[in-house]
């Protein structure tokens, strides 16, 4: 079957950019290798593709922050990321932009200080955020949040042994996959048997998972999500990148 040319597969602009696609494979680049081998974090950069056609880049997507932060807080450090249309350039037209505030790390029994992306459309309007929640256990959960703050959807990594472990399992052995799965927001269990969605971190190679940061997810979105939906499940991935996927070289 040949591919669709890049204009049938989009949407009609704006937050319409998601609307055709029940998935998507974000994929971090290795732009600022050599500010990471010297021990600083580069601004992180995006290309966004569907699963099914992972070289046809759709999106584009890049951080905003200050350099200093970068360097001595990476993991907690504020940002805004504008997604854009193109193959995989800047310079498109916008489809959403993503603000992450200041906060601390995940921890259970945290008591302020939560971690949140706020995520807006492409001329600045709020359409809803994702928010650590308050949580007694190991494992960290965060609130999908629509426009007016009612839960949309529950993100967690699936989890065993009364939920205070990580299921390392779920996506089976030795396949270096890294489930989140997306839940209702009324979930009480976090299997994957429960899961109407994920976010999956996937193996890159040897030496680009060993040598910079740049990691893979692939997005299934749950199913009767519309385009601003997915705007905030896209926003969520880049906040769980940083949290837990970047690291100091």
């Given at each position: 079957m040949a591919a669709l040319p890049q204009q049938a597969v989009m949407g009609s602009g704006g937050l319409g950019a998601y609307a055709p696609h029940n998935d998507l494979f974000v994929k971090q680049t290795r732009?600022?290798?050599i500010q990471e081998l010297l021990g600083c974090e580069a601004k992180t950069e995006f290309k966004i593709a569907t699963k099914s056609q992972q070289q046809m880049d759709l999106m584009y997507a890049l951080?905003?922050?200050?350099?200093?932060?970068?360097?001595?807080?990476?993991?907690?450090r504020p940002w805004t990321i504008q997604v854009t249309e193109?193959?995989?350039?800047?310079?498109?037209?916008?489809?959403?932009?993503?603000?992450?505030?200041?906060?601390?790390?995940?921890?259970p029994c945290k008591c302020c200080c939560f971690q949140e992306v706020i995520?807006?459309?492409?001329?600045?309007?709020?359409?809803?955020?994702?928010?650590?929640?308050?949580?007694?256990?190991?494992?960290?959960?965060f609130q999908v949040l629509r426009p007016d703050g009612t839960p949309e959807y529950l993100v967690s990594m699936p989890t065993c042994v009364a939920g205070m472990c990580v299921n390392i399992f779920a996506e089976g052995?030795?396949?270096?996959?890294?489930?989140?799965?997306?839940?209702?927001?009324?979930?009480?269990?976090?299997?994957?048997?429960?899961?109407?969605?994920?976010?999956?971190?996937?193996?890159?190679?040897l030496g680009t998972e060993m040598f910079t940061d740049a990691?893979?997810?692939?997005?299934?979105?749950?199913?009767?999500?519309?385009?601003?939906?997915?705007?905030?499940?896209?926003?969520t991935v880049f906040l769980l990148n940083q949290l837990f996927f970047e690291k100091a070289q």
């Open positions: 732009r600022g290798c951080e905003e922050s200050n350099f200093c932060v970068r360097l001595f807080f990476p993991q907690i193109g193959p995989g350039t800047p310079g498109g037209p916008p489809i959403s932009n993503h603000e992450r505030l200041c906060g601390l790390m995940p921890a995520h807006k459309d492409p001329t600045g309007v709020p359409i809803g955020s994702t928010k650590e929640m308050f949580n007694f256990c190991p494992v960290p959960k052995l030795c396949n270096c996959r890294v489930p989140i799965y997306v839940y209702p927001p009324d979930a009480t269990s976090f299997t994957p048997e429960n899961k109407i969605g994920n976010i999956t971190k996937v193996w890159r190679g990691d893979s997810f692939e997005v299934e979105f749950p199913p009767g999500a519309g385009p601003d939906s997915k705007a905030r499940l896209v926003g």
